[in-house]
């Protein structure tokens, strides 16, 4: 547990100085916003774009490192949509679609590349980036196509493809994890003054992300949205991370380190796009923040047993 809190430490003294200088007036709400603005439209595609331009990738990849992931992802999602129909009765389905979503999209960028870099070392760059290529895409679809069904009766299939086009027009992350995917195979590789640029920007990435974080959470008021929070938290944080582990090692038995390396993604807290879509379609707004929050604050404990169990894999 002393390896796995040395990695931890730093991240969460990172993310309180983010939370202090907020609650000090050092950053006001729209600063927070800017942090975030710069880390997902600059400096992570930036990172994602360069790492996964240069990742040599294996001649054979085999489908299960997907199916390990996104397989247990999509059950607990859907666990935890029709769990919240009985649990909360008498609200909406596009609330219970956020509650699902909320249960299976971790905080990949902001968190999770952070912890599991610094974890894993660069070697767990393969298995991350690989996993994060389709990770926005899959879930953003998902999400979108149940959002839609839940608050359009009118809805027809040739709605989708155009609203899915305008949803990911302005994700960059997912674009440039794209681009680095083509790039890669092209085989060109990176100019060395391109790739000082994108390294340059890049580093930027993970600090400036732990700072948001933290900003973040000094203007979410979790008030009565308590207990559907914790709701979250319990998929989020303890059923999908178990799913993860014991299809990556026990079904699909891939290497420890990707074992690892996907069950500690599984583990982060719930992703800022939970709030995001929240907003969009107004539905469970205040829940969906409020489960940032309390898993935020609860993966400090979480992330840090699990880092424990593969102390062994730590490059500390």
């Known amino acids: 547990m002393p390896i796995a809190f040395s990695v931890v430490a730093p991240i969460i003294a990172i ?9 000090r007036d050092v950053f006001s709400q729209d600063h927070v916003a800017t942090l ?9 595609p930036a990172l994602l774009f360069r790492n996964v331009a240069l990742t040599e990738f294996p001649e054979t990849l085999s489908i299960g490192l997907w199916l390990a992931y996104y397989a247990p992802m999509l059950v607990i999602m859907a666990l935890a949509f029709i769990a919240a129909r009985f649990v909360f009765g008498g ?34 760059g393969l298995p991350l980036f690989l996993i994060l290529a389709f990770h926005g895409l899959l879930v953003f679809t998902v999400a979108l196509i149940c959002l839609e069904a839940a608050t359009n009766a009118d809805l ?32 060109l590789g990176l ?24 900003g973040r959470l000094a203007f979410i008021k979790i008030g009565d949205n308590l207990w ?15 799913g993860v582990y014991a299809s990556a090692h026990y079904l ?25 879509f929240a907003g969009q379609y107004q539905t469970a707004e205040d829940e969906a923040s409020s489960a940032i ?14 880092l424990g169990f593969f102390s062994p894999l730590l490059q500390v």
């Open 15 to 23: 993310i309180a100085l983010g939370y202090m200088a907020a609650r």
């Open 36 to 44: 975030n603005r710069f880390v997902f439209v600059l400096a992570a």
């Open 91 to 124: 609200r909406a389905s596009s609330e219970y679609v956020i509650f699902g979503f909320g249960a299976g999209f971790s905080n990949t960028v902001m968190l999770g590349i952070p912890i599991i870099l610094t974890a894993f070392g660069p070697d767990a």
């Open 156 to 187: 027809r299939l040739a709605d989708l493809p155009p609203k899915l086009v305008v949803a990911m027009r302005d994700q960059a992350v997912v674009m440039a994890l794209a681009a680095g995917v083509i790039w890669n195979f092209t085989g």
């Open 191 to 214: 100019a060395l003054p391109v790739d000082r640029f994108l390294e340059l920007l890049g580093s930027a990435a993970i600090p400036v992300a732990l700072i948001a974080v933290g």
């Open 228 to 242: 559907p929070s914790l709701y979250i938290g319990v998929f989020k944080l303890a059923l999908l991370p178990l």
């Open 252 to 276: 699909f038995a891939l290497p420890p380190l990707y074992v690892a390396t996907l069950t500690l993604l599984s583990a982060m807290p719930t992703g800022v796009f939970a709030a995001v």
């Open 293 to 306: 929050t309390v898993t935020t604050v609860l993966s400090a404990l979480t992330v840090s047993l699990w």
